[in-house]
């Protein structure tokens, strides 16, 4: 079974685009940019190489891939 390594999120800036030009482009990013800082914030995390798997949610019984 193959599992995903990553996610993408360039589906918010074609919303953005299709929505407002580059405008709506710009806004995406702020958007993603807001939530990924108040997210490492939460976690107390201050720089990006710090983000590993450990911080992140473990549903009971379903676990991420640890390849």
Known sequence: MRTARGC???RAYLYG???MG???VRAAIDVI???MDITMMLTGVRPMREVTREIL???EGRGFPRN
Do not use: T, V
């Open 8 to 10: 993408l999120i360039g």
């Open 22 to 24: 580059e405008a709506g």
């Open 33 to 35: 940019r807001n939530e």
């Open 17 to 19: 685009l299709a929505a």
């Open 57 to 59: 949610y473990e549903p």
